[in-house]
Every structure is written in structure tokens, then in C-alpha cells.
């Protein structure tokens, strides 16, 4: 199984990154899948998440409007487009794949990726 995100960068505030997530070795169209973040000196923090069947989306407060997953089932890969990023958006962000049905606890996904680092400052 693996899981590899990539798309991190530097970015300055107001401006937009999109971070690919693409899978294999299980099968994705079964899986729901969420990103994630870590911020420096900070815990885990869930920030969106989709069904695997694309039909249902979900957003952390601190994201909603900024942020927008996406999948493509036949790409095996999962998408995060990230809009007017603040400096506190800066943080490792890791995609994560959930049997079934997703969660907003990341300890409840069966799969993480590495991360990619995404900094936001001007």
C-alpha cells in the first residue's frame, strides 16, 4: 500500500497550491479519503475529507471556502486545492485512506502518506 502526496511548495498569502495524492496497492474506489495537517509544534488536525464515491465532501471551519477535495477513481489519486492560503495554513499536510466510511479522527484511517510541506509566507 502506499500513499504519495506531492504539490507542497511555498506560496505567498492569497495565493494557491494543489496537492495531488495518488494511491495504490487497495483498491481506492472503496476507500473514503481525508488530508490532514500537522502546523510546527502542533497536533494532527483533520482538514477535508470525501466519500469514495466522490458524492459527499467535508471541511474543517478553518478551510471552508479556501479548500477543495476532489477525486478521480480512475486515476487512483486524490486532490486538494488550496485558495488564498494564510500564513497559518502553513503545516505538513498527509492524505489518508478509511475503509468504507470516512471520519474526522485521523486515528481512525487505515493509511497515511509521508506528507508534503506546504509554507505559506510572503
Known amino acids: 500500500v502506499q500513499l504519495v502526496e506531492s504539490g507542497g511548495g511555498l506560496a505567498q498569502p492569497g495565493g494557491s497550491l494543489r496537492l495531488p495524492c495518488a494511491a495504490s496497492?487497495?483498491?481506492?474506489?472503496?476507500?473514503?479519503m481525508s488530508w490532514a495537517r500537522q502546523a510546527p509544534g502542533k497536533g494532527l488536525e483533520w482538514v477535508s475529507g470525501?466519500?469514495?464515491?466522490?458524492?459527499?465532501?467535508y471541511y474543517a471551519d478553518s478551510v471552508k471556502g479556501r479548500f477543495t477535495i476532489s477525486r478521480d477513481n480512475d486515476k487512483n489519486t486524490v486532490y486538494l486545492q488550496m485558495n488564498s492560503l494564510k500564513p497559518e495554513d502553513t503545516a505538513v499536510y498527509y492524505c489518508?485512506?478509511?475503509?468504507?466510511?470516512?471520519?474526522?479522527?485521523?486515528?481512525?484511517?487505515?493509511?497515511w502518506g509521508q506528507g508534503t510541506q506546504v509554507t505559506v509566507s510572503s
Open positions: 489518508a485512506a478509511k475503509y468504507f466510511r470516512g471520519s474526522y479522527d485521523p486515528g481512525e484511517y487505515d493509511y
Open positions: 496497492g487497495f483498491t481506492f474506489s472503496n476507500y473514503a
Open positions: 470525501i466519500d469514495s464515491d466522490g458524492g459527499g465532501t
